[in-house]
């Protein structure tokens, strides 16, 4: 029942590899899907982010306002600081809830978390096994330029805000090359899936 952590800058491919995991068998848990549920209208999470960031942060809907918290948080250390603090022991909760769930459901089961913030929020959890998705960061502007329609100096601040690629490639235990083709990517992911499965 191997717990995997997979992990990789913005526009790195992680979720392409995390895709074919799943393909493959692996149960994949989403820590950005994990954020949006703890987060819903009228959650205790959403109550404490109005608190701290004001009612203002929630639409007139009842959801949260995700642009204007990004704004209110982007570039300011403090105020993501205190963002994290309320969402991150939430999402810790909710995540080990559902890893739980995957093994009760199937011991055998490959677990794979899918998640941006590995190295600024969950690199001492008690991973078996660390996967980064690993691409230049020259390579990554590139695709959130031309794939994502960002504008050059919003996709060079959104890498610039993630840790450096040398801190990700520092914790992991198996690396997978996705600046070739897409096919490069996939057979690296077999290659990995074929090793997890076989532990």
Known sequence: MPLIALTGGIASGKSTIARRLQERGAIVVDADQIVRDVQQPG???L???????GDGIVAADGSLDR???GDRV??????????NAIVHP????ESARRFDAAFVEDAGAVVV?????LV???????WDTIVVAHAPAEERLRRLVELRGMAPDAAQARIDAQVPDEKRLAIAD???DTSGTLEHTIEQTDAVWNQLAAE
């Open 43 to 45: 959650s205790p999470v």
């Open 47 to 53: 109550a404490e982010i109005a608190s701290a960031f």
């Open 67 to 69: 642009a204007l918290l």
């Open 74 to 83: 982007f570039g300011d250390a403090e105020a993501l600081k205190r963002l």
């Open 90 to 93: 939430a999402v810790r909760a």
């Open 113 to 117: 978390y899918d998640v941006p913030l």
């Open 120 to 126: 600024e929020a969950r690199v001492d959890d008690p």
């Open 174 to 176: 198996i690396v997978i």
